[in-house]
């Protein structure tokens, strides 16, 4: 018996954001979030029917009223995929991190009764969406080459954009997260703010058709060069990319710092909540 | 007293390697007295400290535990047994002190914990293991194992809202069970479930400790105590009392319980009455944990007079786990011509009452009071938690009491 590695005695250093292990931990992300997107969407009559319909749905109300009514989108090249495809990804991001607010407070059970990486919860909320972006996007890009959008090779940028929005949607999530269970009207305030940040990113609009008073304002917006770059690279050549359209490099150094910003604040506020998380719920 | 207590204490004392050890551990509380939870009134005041009162849960708590040792932590409610296992659990972080362990701990303190209701069993199981520090594979490589230890195999992808509470139990427990882990932390593990499955669970527990595994248990039953394990703590306040000898440590619960008032043990009077043992028995005169739903039980109390005590009247008050009393009982000294009506100082009372058992599923405490000179205004001792134990079943039932009913319905001609 003696001489096991199992027999050393080893110091337990309490709870933390990534306790108990990478493999764990990925196991635990993986196996949360798959199941979860399962419960939401296999659950239902119409299964995951309804994950693909709900963007599908704001997308026939926005159309008609941008192109029938308002006639933004009759200037803009493409503008019908242009909307869709903003509407699947700023989905994606509202989704996540408004689900993700109350995240550790829905686990309770499992944050104080067992010893429990505390970044697994809303990372895997974070997952659950990205999962359903996935099955969203494939239908969003059946809808561009049926528009007659041409493939180009910037779209095999497309995942860096991606994984620029996943990183920023899981440090927001994680900031809700740990902050929700001691000032709880973050929920409210968070509902709000996303909202705001709809109309605040170009979503309904192209960055160009902006006011350039405005325009300064929105670009300090992280997901501004997002949204720009998808539609350059992906949806219409023609348009100006994030680096043209922020006036030059020194453009997008302000929500360059404002993103990288929310990434250290995210990870500082979740270091320090992450061991008081089981106390204060 | 059982089988299992003589095996144990029968046991070679060879020393094993440690298992657990636990170093001058505190831990405060701060309570805050108005608790500011939004940002609006953080906002409002930015400048108010906010009020905390302190709760000292642990007060430098050490202690050792060997591998294969059953180690037993007792103590009344708020003395900081819970907040000490969710210490070593990793739930609660320790505000000194160390905390060192060897081996792979189920970082679980009760059955069930993390179950998702919507989810089948498959997944249910996958997920636990993972969470016990499985990986992956491992854990659903031992679903057949689980479910047959659960004896549930037809309802593997059935949710868990359609199983029965009984069959929850079960499956929480396999869970735990086969995830074989070196150390496992256990808040009142036989709070659940029927007697015949707390019986499988204690079992199982036995081949486990033969297997060289340490179990960490918190637990109000003292007969589990006794019977299971090798050494106890007494935790009063966030003290440690007494750590060692299990039949030691049940002893000054007991009278820590009997003197009453937290601060008795500072005041240097000895209370009039020692409690020597309080048990339960079944019909056949077997001491017993756990009552079955409808089963009589058998209530003994042993006390021994360190003053004489005239007239004493023994009352007793069962409460459910709310503290609202579901029913009393009473009685004094027999009134015979052979038998002064008193007790002097050495002598032993033993008080028997055999209780028709009406109690719904749950737990429960018996509380004791004793008064002298015949008059229930001359108290000794008043409503002193003395014992607790569970009525287990799966019968769901509203109320407080099961009282037998005679219903008939019928159409009216």
Known sequence: MNGVADSELRPVRGPSALGGGWARFLDLVYLISVTEFKRTYFGTALGYLWSVARPLMLFGVLLAVFTQIFRIGSQVPNYPVLLLFNIVLYGFFSEATVSAVQSIVNQEGIVRKTQFPRLVIPLAVVMTSLINLGFNLVVVFIFVLAYGVDPTWTWLLFPVILALLFVITTAVSMIVASLFPRFRDIGIIWQVLSTVLFYATPVLYPLGIVPETFKDFLLLNPLTPLFVAARAWIIDPTAPGPVTAAGGWEGLLAPMAIYALICVFAVWIFNREAPRIAEEL | ?413
């Not at chain 2, 007060?59 to 070593?88: D, P």
């Not at chain 2, 735990?176 to 150390?183: P, R, S, T």
């Not at chain 2, 429960?364 to 409503?383: E, Q, T, V």
């Open chain 2, 1 to 413: 007293m059982s089988s299992a207590r003589s095996a144990s204490s029968t046991r070679a004392p060879a020393p094993g390697p440690l298992a657990i050890q636990v170093e001058d551990v505190h831990k405060t509380f701060h309570i805050p007295t108005h608790r500011i939870d939004t940002l609006k009134e953080r906002v409002a005041n930015p400048f108010a400290r906010q009020e905390f009162r302190r709760l000292r849960a642990l007060r430098g708590v050490s202690f050792e535990v060997r591998r294969g040792e059953f180690f037993g932590i007792v103590g009344r409610n708020g003395s900081g047994k819970s907040t000490l296992l969710k210490i070593l659990a990793s739930i609660y972080r320790a505000d000194r002190g160390s905390i060192r362990m060897a081996g792979r701990l189920a970082p679980f303190i009760e059955l069930g914990v993390g179950f998702n209701n919507e989810l089948t069993a498959r997944e249910n199981v996958a997920l636990n293991g993972v969470m016990m520090g499985l990986s992956r594979r491992e854990a659903a490589r031992r679903l057949d194992r689980v479910l047959d230890f659960a004896e549930l195999d037809q309802f593997v992808d059935l949710k868990l809202k359609n199983y029965s509470s009984g069959m929850l139990v079960r499956l929480a427990f396999a869970v735990m069970v086969e995830a074989d882990a070196d150390i496992m932390l256990i808040d009142e593990v036989l709070a659940v479930g029927d007697a015949s499955f707390a019986q499988k669970c204690m079992d199982v527990f036995e081949q486990r400790r033969k297997a060289g595994k340490t179990l960490v248990l918190v637990t109000h039953d003292m007969a589990t105590v006794q019977s299971f394990c090798d050494q106890a703590m007494l935790l009063h306040d966030g003290e440690q009392r007494y750590t060692g000898n299990p039949e030691e440590a049940v002893m000054r619960y007991f009278r820590l319980n009997f003197a009453g008032s937290s601060d008795a043990e500072h005041v240097p009077v000895e209370p009039d009455l020692k409690l020597v043992d309080v048990w339960l028995e079944d019909e056949a005169g077997r001491r017993m944990e756990n009552v079955e739903q409808g089963r009589p039980i058998g209530f003994h109390l042993l006390a021994e007079a360190r003053t004489e005590v005239r007239g004493p009247r023994f009352g007793f008050q069962v409460l459910n786990v709310d503290g609202v009393p579901v029913f009393g009982f009473g009685g004094s000294l027999p009134k015979d011509l052979e038998q002064h009506d008193r007790i002097v100082p050495g002598q032993r009372v033993r008080v028997a009452a055999n209780i028709d058992n009406r109690l719904v599923p749950g737990r429960y405490s018996i509380a004791c009071s004793i008064s002298r000179n015949h008059s229930p205004g001359d108290l000794l001792l008043r409503d002193v938690g003395i014992l607790d134990f569970v009525v287990t079943g799966t019968e769901p039932n509203p109320g407080m009491v099961s009282v037998r009913t005679d219903l008939v319905a019928r159409v009216e001609p």
